[in-house]
């Protein structure tokens, strides 16, 4: 198997693990349990700091796609998957930034005796989390979609 094959194979993995146990984080939220929820988007965060560590890696070592051989409706594909990956770094970004406002409030520590969070953190986090599991979910979604095409050229080839 090609190594840019494989390398994006295991990228599809990694997304797809992370969008599991951002899933499994919200879940966790919902159900009050703060400090699971917490554990389980520090994960989906190691794993897509991971996958970008490894494409910085990737770049020099297997070189860039040679895109000039991908169709219109390809690059489309993959610009729109971009564009998901991107909702889900600035939602998570967001989402992590309002989540260190709310660390020591009775939200996290479930001690009613502590401050009571800012609405509006609690807001924005919420909106933030919400954008970035979707972004997750759909740029996933259009992940395989990019992998379909590079096995496609990879076949006809």
Do not use: N
């Not at 994006?8 to 879940?27: E, N, Q």
């Not at 970008?52 to 990737?58: A, D, G, I, Q, R």
């Not at 860039?64 to 409706?73: H, Y």
């Not at 009613?112 to 599991?133: C, Q």
């Amino acid at each position: 198997m090609d190594p840019k094959l494989l390398f994006w194979t295991a990228a599809l993995a990694d997304l797809g693990a992370v969008c599991v146990i951002a899933l499994f984080g919200v879940r966790r939220a919902r159900r009050a349990e703060i400090a699971r929820h917490r554990r389980a988007m520090k994960v989906a965060s190691l794993l897509v700091l991971g996958f970008l560590v490894s494409y910085l890696l990737k770049v020099p070592l297997l070189g860039r796609e040679d895109m000039s051989v991908w169709s219109v409706r390809d690059v489309w594909v993959l610009r729109i998957h971009e564009l998901f990956v991107l909702q889900m770094l600035g939602g998570g970004a967001i989402a992590w930034i309002q989540s260190r406002r709310l660390i020591g409030t009775r939200l996290v520590s479930l001690d009613p005796a502590d401050p009571i969070p800012d609405p509006r953190s609690v807001r924005i986090h919420r909106l933030a989390g919400r954008t970035a599991v979707i972004g997750a979910l759909l740029a996933f979604l259009s992940a395989i979609g990019v992998l379909a095409g590079m096995f496609g050229r990879a076949q006809a080839a």
